[in-house]
């Protein structure tokens, strides 16, 4: 995979695929550029290189029809802001007007394309979408890690399409320390994994064994391998067609010598909302009724003392509902602990990375990937799409 910094680009029309898919108020203002923040680095790298640069990116899922909600229009205005040079907004993604704009580019400025997804055939990866796109430039480079587990034509069908294509700096970024993570990790490797379903995760779970020393299980997940150990978990979320297999996760990862931890305690309330009941309870004291919200002090505890004897630290998912702050606490501990920690740590998805904003320890973590679902399919030992086509011969 050609990196960044192998390319001249000096006077070329460069197409650089990004993942400005970005939360925005009720006001249709950008409550959270850190997507647009990440790639700076590229972007600057490639005026300062004086390219004629191209911007494209999706926003939500407009399903093929424009919706003036979802425009980048607000991302053109912004990125201009932060990079001090013109961004011309252009009207559409491809076009006779948008190749013209594209010519006419000269070195060092800017053109942002509008939302890809208004086209259904970005997600079909049609071909003569991708043709289109193609042709505006003479090099494309990929930045969107969050967007390179999908098959769609800005991420795969134009990477076939142009002869020279790179990754850029932040793409290259999350596979080196992934690389750091999983591939070569400073032992004991320990993986946190949390969330609401163990379907969603059982792949990345699967992967792992063998390859992991230590693995904690906590957020609504750790209710379906609880029960499928004989422990009842009153009206906690369970995935009940998961439970053989959850038995037999924790019977695989004994075998190999993998250290499987649980939650020991949960808070615990009467009902999901923010003026519930709440309680303190050991795992197999679950009242009838009542559901598991978040860990316990004792489960903090526990999980903070493997994570202490961590060389390596990969985590996907919350331990909680942590957006009430009733179930906050044990992923909030979590945080201040692999804040803490010395050991490499890679923190990925969307909610873990909510849950570290939220606790104030983001700058104390080694990587916020900014791809969950790219994130996860790396845990499940899946070439991207997006990264493939840039190894390709």
Known sequence: MKSLRDLAVAGKRVLLRVDFNVPMDDAGRISDDTRITMVLPTIRQLLAAGARLIVCSHMGRPKGKVVASLSLAPVAAHLQALLGVPVTMAPDCVGAEVSAMAAQLQPGQVLLLENLRFHAEETANDA???????????????????????????????????????????????????????????????????????????????????????????????NTFLKSLGVAVGASKVEEDLLDTARRFTEAAAARGMKLYLPVDFIVADRFAADAVVKTVPAQDIPEGWMALDIGPASSLLFGEVIDGAGTIIWNGPMGAFEMDAFARGTMDLCRRVGASPALSIIGGGDSNAALKKSGEEKNVSYMSSGGGAFLELLEGKTLPGVAVLDRE
């Open 128 to 222: 003569d979408f991708s043709a289109q796109l193609a042709s505006l430039a003479e090099v494309y480079v990929n930045d969107a890690f969050a967007a390179s587990h999908r098959a769609h034509a800005s991420v795969v069908g134009v990477a076939e399409r142009v002869a020279e294509t790179a990754a850029g700096l932040l793409l290259e970024k999350e596979m080196d320390y992934f690389r750091k993570s999983m591939a070569e990790p400073v032992r004991p490797l320990v993986a946190v994994i949390g969330g609401a379903k163990v379907s969603t995760k059982l792949a990345a779970l699967e992967n792992m064994l063998g390859k992991v020393d230590r693995m904690i299980i906590g957020g609504a997940m750790a």
